[in-house]
């Protein structure tokens, strides 16, 4: 109902290949196609001017506001002389802006709404081949519209003269009185569009107004707080513990069992997080084991070996605790190869390591097999008056095996020698002194005809070694 929406519709018409022809005098059938009573009731039209280029009527239709009749006419005279001092208005209007596309407010029996566009093609493209002009009242019917649209009682004058203010507010009373001047074409005369509120009703609506926009905000807080509530506990708080769960990379962190429970997505991906630890941590124990043990007979390998003597000499080292070492050789093994094969020579060496781990675990030291048929043993807080008497324990074990070695010239079954060394007895100083004594004193139980055990001691310094240490 607004001047906007008039203007939309004129420009509409206006900027139309057929409309375009029509003033050219191409179409013949236009005015037929597209004019009739009800498309102007219906659009509450007064009026549609059209106008040549000249700014001369080329066509006219509407509806008489005195008879409600519907005309059509190509010129202002008889039955269209009614509509003669609105088109004036209009070619007065032309004349002072040929570029139209505005909106204006004619002064009439009623004051009226008018809206006019140049004639273009539907590109846009010219020259202006004429003007359009269309024509609302502001009648009752057109006020009551307004009246429901907006809630309000509205009143439409005509007032001679100017004024100052677009608008004014009155209060007299009980009453608020709003009025807005709109200027008319081309007069000096106001259309004044008022309405009026009773002010007790105004102020409680706006009391209801301001408790319901009170109402509305503690609402939105509160489920915004829900909301975020909502949010802590069922996202933010489980995805915390996942995350937490994921960094540690352990299946025990306190707490994990309710997120191992949960039956969504979070449960989902921790219970895989689990899965994947688990097997995380049993590859890295199957690799410490591979990387520390011996796989034939399953003992402690060098490395292990030698790691745990620096721990046990650091240990010592601090508490001056004697810490003794053994090294153990089978007797002639390799005859035991050559005569049996290597598979047996295998399962020799399994049984008899078997044995040592027995006596190791009995008698409390750290056996290991640190070379093909040589093995080493670590006796903390063990002098080498108490490792000997653990290397007869050790040597009577494996002759209690009987495993046979028939081409042994020691006996007939599998023996070992042993060498033993104590750390800071004998001039042995150091973790790599330590070994190689107890390889010299091997060495001293091989010549002294095998199948025996013997301490280091200086005079053996120079006896020449297998050289199986690793340690610094
Ligand atoms: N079956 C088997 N034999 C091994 C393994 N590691 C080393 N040997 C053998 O152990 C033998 C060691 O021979 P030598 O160093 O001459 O020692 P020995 O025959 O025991 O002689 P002495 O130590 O002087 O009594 C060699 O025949 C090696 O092949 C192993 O893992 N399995």
Redesign the pocket.
Known sequence: MSQQELLAQVRDWAIWDDTYEFIEGNYPGYTDTNFSQQMFEEMRYQLMAFFDAEGDVHFLAGLNPATSQYQTCYTVERECRWMSVLIRTMQTSIKEDPEQGKSSLYAGTTPLMVASNPILRTDESGPPQGWLFKVRPMDDAWLSIIEDYTGLPTTLSMEQGGSNNDTTITISGNTIKAQRYLAVYPNNEHIVLGTQLNRTSYLASLETFRYVLLWTVCLMLLVIGLVLLLLERIILTPLRALTQFTQQASVDIKGSSNLLRRGDEIGLLARAFQEQFKHQQQLNAELIELSTHDP?TGLPNRRLFDQRLREVINIALTTDQPVSVMMI??????????HYG?????K??QRVAQTMHDIATAHGFFIART???EFSAMLPATTTTQAMEKSQALSHAIDQLKYPHPKSPVASYVTV?IGISQLHVEGVMTPSGLMTAADQALYAA?AAG?HCAKVYARSLANEPFSSHNTLP
């Open positions: 034939l050789d089978i007797d002639h093994f390799k005859l035991f190869n050559d290597h598979p047996e020579g295998d020799c060496l070379g093909g048929e020698s091989k095998r």
